[in-house]
């Protein structure tokens, strides 16, 4: 467990550390590209509310991780950063306005997603590929919006409204 108060997780700290199980800090801001890339124990992440970006790759390859929690001051989330991760729900705070290509790719476990920005935040391609075809639940005014949005449009069949969302 590494639990503590740092500003920013700096490219490939813990990269392809093995032994690292849980992640926890409240005063991180930033975690850098491929940051805990491969970390093949890493379960849980838990992100305070000074949080704002997550670099590429920063998660790539935690084929374990089945908890993270993003913050409400979450602003952007890059591409792979959590792709063949493990998690089976996606809460996205409605703060993120950008999300990289493929950033959730591969997560063949997950259940649905939740993304309650009410604007469309900027997607990447192939974002959602080989998710397990879950639903994305998005706010119920913004589904047609979500629905032709470029690059969310190739998902627009999974694009749900939040109203039809049930835990």
Wanted: contains cysteine.
């Amino acid at each position: 467990i590494v639990n503590g108060n740092i500003p920013d997780v700096p490219n490939y700290s813990f990269f392809d550390y093995s032994k690292l199980k849980s992640f926890s800090a409240h005063d991180v801001t930033s975690i850098g590209e491929r940051a805990f890339g491969n970390c093949s124990s890493l379960e849980s992440v838990n992100l305070g509310d000074k949080f704002t970006s997550i670099s590429a790759r920063a998660f790539h390859g935690c084929s374990l991780l089945k908890e993270i929690y993003l913050p409400p001051t979450l602003l952007t989330i890059g591409q792979q950063s959590l792709q063949s991760c493990d998690f089976g729900v996606l809460d996205i705070p409605s703060s993120v306005t950008d999300i990289g290509s493929t950033a959730f790719a591969s997560n063949k476990n997950m259940e649905y997603a939740v993304c309650r920005a009410i604007t469309p935040p900027t997607l990447g391609t192939s974002a959602w590929n080989d998710t397990n075809n879950c639903p994305i639940y998005v706010p119920d005014a913004s589904v047609e919006a979500y629905k032709t949005a470029t690059n969310w449009s190739q998902f627009q069949s999974r694009i749900k409204p939040l109203s039809e969302y049930t835990e």
